[in-house]
């Protein structure tokens, strides 16, 4: 059938004049009775001229009162096929594009529209057959050269989405897919393959709307039912998942992809509770195990492995392996930037292992995700204990507890102040005394900070006392004050070496 170009007002008059022409054939009918095969001719004359106007539902519709009268025509199955292909309904294209064929074996334009239809479905065996018996009719013919290119490379771009797919390079696939997709538009499989890899690449979104839109077309794929399982389970909606692979193997039970993930579904759910149970049991190490084996299961499955890495962290922290408990952290924010609990635990980590400049790091960083009362108190006591830590640690260099007593604090001031003293080191090096008169005098600063009790309160408060009131300290002067206090001694006395 040939295509007559025709200009926009002839369309519009084609279309206007549509009910005319039909109730004049009826009136003509009713006063010269016709056989079928003249009403059919008609009928296949409007359709032509409907198809000419673009107008593929009425030509559709004629098309088909003409096989209804004359269901024995090639021609009108041809013609019948080409309407379904301008209405991208290639299957039902071909399917009457192969009817007419067993109608007219010789039918050339039936074996080019079967080539048509099976290039745009994916299928190239089909489309090689057809293109194949073409040439055997007609070798001149160059109906389709266009198709022979197509199948050429639509079989290379299959081998090379293969072989990608093998080796887990799923952009790849996605990517030679997409240029596959051009040429067969309608081929589901490519649809679900990629699909499937854009699930694996967690983005489950665009996989979820290529299954939805598969299922309207087809409500029994395995495939696409598959597809929907494989993106709830990684969305963390392991239970709809499961039911999903099984009704997937309810189809299909060869379904080997729905055997595997349902499996492995099932695996990872049930450690997961397990793990949980331990969790709140107490048996925090027995845990530990669990979800480090659950990690292996998947590594694909980001969200659920976030989780289980936050979980993980929690019973580091529970048994005391902060620094294990960080690295998990690292970990669920390298999956998920947006993972609040991990960040604000990380910070909690970060401030209990005095790296209070990564604690406040964190903290902002939460106060982004989240404009909290807690956690801008959290970024507060972040900020002041980062604070306190760039001052000089007293009850460091003492040796003492934060909670020592008055008496502990005299005992260990007494200790290395004798240690420290300049008149101890005397006959050392230079470097060696300088660094012990510093010793010495930060000694001296820090018996006088802790043992004043309101200096220790605005110390302990985090106010810079040093600078304040610690200017012009002599620690000599503190030292033979201290010895005359306790025991009448003066700066008079016998170290033991």
């Known amino acids: 059938m040939d295509v007559i170009e025709i200009s926009d007002s002839e369309r519009e008059e084609n279309s206007s004049d549509m009910d005319v022409e039909l109730n004049e054939v009826n009136e003509i009918e009713q006063i010269v009775p016709k056989d079928a095969a003249t009403i059919a001719e008609e009928k296949k004359k409007l359709g032509n001229d409907q198809y000419k106007a673009q107008n593929y539902q009425n030509a559709l519709k004629l098309y088909s009162d003409a096989i209804s009268l004359c269901p024995n025509s090639a021609a009108y199955y041809g013609n019948r096929a080409a309407c379904y292909m301008m209405l991208l309904n290639y299957n039902s294209a071909l399917t009457d594009a192969r009817h007419a064929i067993r109608l007219d074996p010789n039918f050339e334009k039936a074996y080019v529209r079967v080539a048509k239809c099976c290039l745009a479905l994916g299928d190239i065996i089909g489309t090689e057959q057809a293109v194949k018996t073409v040439v055997e009719l007609e070798p001149q013919s160059t109906a389709l050269s266009g198709e022979q290119q197509a199948v050429q490379k639509l079989r290379q771009l299959e081998s090379t989405i293969q072989s990608n797919y093998d080796t887990q390079a799923y952009r790849n696939v996605v990517f030679y897919l997409d240029s596959a997709l051009k040429l067969a538009p309608a081929c589901l499989r490519y649809r679900l393959l990629k699909a499937e890899c854009l699930a694996y690449l967690g983005r489950c979104d665009e996989a979820l709307d290529i299954a939805v839109g598969v299922m309207k077309l087809d409500s029994t794929s395995a495939d696409a039912i598959y597809v929907r399982g494989l993106c709830l389970y990684y969305t963390d909606n392991l239970e709809k998942g499961i039911l999903h692979f099984e009704r997937a193997l309810q189809l299909d039970p060869d379904h080997q992809k729905s055997k595997r993930m349902r499996s492995k579904c099932k695996q990872l759910k049930d450690m997961k509770e397990n793990g949980n149970i331990l969790f709140k049991s107490g048996r925090y190490r027995e845990a530990h195990v669990v979800y480090t084996d659950a990690l292996k299961i998947d ?17 580091n922290t529970r048994i005391g392996a902060l620094r294990e408990a960080v690295l998990d952290c690292n970990r669920v924010l390298e999956l998920n930037a ?7 635990l990380r910070a909690r980590c970060h401030n209990d292992l005095e790296k209070f400049e990564e604690a406040v790091a964190d903290y902002e960083t939460a106060l982004q995700l989240e404009k909290t009362p807690e956690i801008k108190r959290l970024l507060r006591d972040a900020k002041f204990a980062l604070k306190k830590s760039k001052r000089k640690d007293y009850y460091k260099i003492l040796g003492v507890a934060r909670n020592a007593t008055e008496d502990e604090i005299k005992k260990a001031y007494r200790k290395k102040a004798l240690v420290h003293h300049p008149d101890r080191h005397s006959g050392s090096s230079a470097e060696e005394r300088k660094d012990e008169e510093l010793k010495f005098k930060e000694i001296g600063e820090a018996y006088a900070i802790l043992s004043d009790a309101r200096k220790k309160n605005r110390y302990d408060s985090g106010h810079d006392i040093e600078e304040q009131e610690q200017a012009d300290f002599d620690p000599n002067q503190m030292f033979r004050s201290f010895f005359q206090f306790s025991g009448g001694r003066n700066a008079s006395f016998n170290f033991e070496y």
Do not use: F, G
């Open 299 to 315: 590594e694909h499955n980001k969200d659920i492995n976030s989780k289980i890495l936050y979980n993980r962290a929690l019973v």
């Open 338 to 344: 947006q993972y609040l609990k991990a960040l604000l």
